[in-house]
């Protein structure tokens, strides 16, 4: 077994299931989630025998490709609750995703389901040196968003002890570090530094604060944002990945292996789909996950289409953990770009501005076609620090970008430096692309 | 003995030359020299002025990136050879230029160019030592007059 800087313990037996076992259950529970929703919800009923798949017709896991997809657009026109397979009386709890445009879309838990996902929770905590004598404090915001009960419910499950400090006034949350020594930091990545920057500035040190453990998660990050967390509160950052519509933070999470998060293949099934053809993308390529839930009551998904790019790898792990792990979300689909036939993100390009500069610089991309073959340009905001009387530096500069954009897209772009605060700027999320190409 | 020069970020753009020049002339600083060095998509204006810490303040208030780089102001014969002898002994003592360009403004046979050393501190000391006139600010500023 591997040397880990912690003890490697494993929550639930089923997490280190024989993979021909773990199938068996999953087309056990595959057929009756079929059958299930087939009977209790209209639109998959109707979805399904347009299909013309039954519970029945499912005879291997790979029949799961023949079951009709479900996107969030499906859910936004069921609006509020189409999609229980359950009466109301048996909810126990209602949560709701942020719709960055609109109304939220809704989903149902009930008792048996509510406990699952503190089950699951547990098992990536514990995976990520969660122990029953720690003190948690919860900075996530204890609303509609999944984030917040869902980690608590795990942290409570794994019997360790909960300080619910909930979002907001990083000055109290840096007191009620310093005071009640939390062992374990719960909240959004871009929070935690948050909290570092704050503490600094009132003259405190983050690596001095008590937490040694944070589990991260509610937003995309970087590998580099990690090694900066790591160094800043000087902790050990732990991933991990879920979404409401499927049941929220415990689909999949980090051991101390911390090479991809664990999915919890006993409860959903995974598959990476190219997201034009919605054929799967050969193993180790990136796609977009699609996941079909196979224990949930109150609101089972079939083929839930989560537009999340990310790469799937099954090779074993040396945690001892059977199931397929998935890389952080490397982009969405909805901006997802395809230059001369490779797929781009933007978070690619940030990427890449971060590994030439410490912080990443406002930039845009830009992409057209001239003639036949896609162009894209990469315009960046130069900053003071960055800028020199001598070109031979700027021109470096510039050379370093194009070379890490080239290293980690594998394509060639133009680096255009541009002056600082001449980019568009919008309120909230910066637009970073602009597709200048006809569909 | 060194001038602060400007150095200003220009975008390869129509328009992009004037925008710092329309700031200094709102100031009522007058541009002693200046250099431009460009590529396809970028530039940098290198500026002397006088009052270079109120144009610094302007151009930045404006929305430029200023960066402040210390060079030399040396003075050289302005006759056939007369650069070339002072880069002699630049040369011989192998001392790194960066970049030069020179001053519009000339005192009887002498003109007046900007070097940018990689060590502006060793250069002055081995070209005083040669005998060159290295122009320090004051000096500069009372021949230019206004």
Redesign the interface.
Known sequence: MAEFAFENRIWDTAEKMDRQERQTLQLERLGATVERVAAKVPFYNEALRAAGVSADSIKSIEDVRRLPMTTKEDLRQHYPLGFLAVGREALVRLHGSSGTTGKPTFVGYTAADRELWAGLCARFLVAGALRPEHLVHIAFGYGLFTGGFGLHYGVEKVGAAILPAAAGNTHRQIMLLQDLAADVLVCTPSYSLQIAEVARAQGVDPRELPIRFGHFGGEPWTEDMRTAIEKELNIMAFNNYGLSEVIGPGVAGECAARQGMHIQEDHFIVECLDPDTLEPVPQGQPGELVFTSLTKEAMPVIRYRTRDIAVLDTSPCACGRTTTRMSRVIGRTDDMLIIRGVNVFPSQIEEALLRVEQTAPHYLVEVERPGTLDKMTVHVE???ED?????SE??SL?DRIDREIHSVTGIRVQV???????LERSLGKAKRVIDHRKK | MKLNQLSVFLENKPGRLSEPCKVLAQAGINILTLSLADTQQFGILRLIVREWEQAKVELEKAGCVVNITEVVAIEVADQAGGLESVLEMIEAADINVEYIYAFTYRSGDKAIIVFRFENPDAAIETLQGKGVNVIGPVALYDRIGQ
Request: aromatic content about 6%; hydrophobic content about 40%.
């Open positions: 130069i900053r003071p800028f020199s009387d001598r070109m700027m021109q510039r255009d430096l541009v002056a600082p605060q001449t």
